[in-house]
């Protein structure tokens, strides 16, 4: 893996065509399906720095990962009040 690789939470969001909070919001849900030191690591020593994200792994994983119900995740979307 090369740094290349890893990317910001914003970036990997766009990636995967997903609102960066609902990115977040599905690292943080319990049944996550990103894990850490495979679809991502912390990119200091401290509790407060930005994650970062491995673009390919990350990328795997929610594509094969199961949907949730509509109602147990925010999409964020456009357009939605």
Excluded at 25 to 32: C, F, M, T, V
Excluded at 64 to 78: F, G, L
Aim: no cysteine; aromatic share 8%; hydrophobic share 30%.
């Amino acid at each position: 893996m090369s740094n290349q690789d890893w990317v910001s939470s914003a970036t990997m969001a766009q990636a995967l065509g997903i609102h960066p909070q609902t990115l977040r919001k599905l690292r943080r849900h319990p049944i996550s399906l990103f894990r850490e030191g495979r679809d991502y690591r912390w990119a200091g020593i401290s509790t407060s720095s930005p994650l970062q994200w491995h673009i390919h792994k990350t990328n795997e994983t929610f594509t094969k990962s199961r949907r949730m119900p509509a109602d147990e995740i925010e999409t964020y979307s456009k357009g939605r009040k």
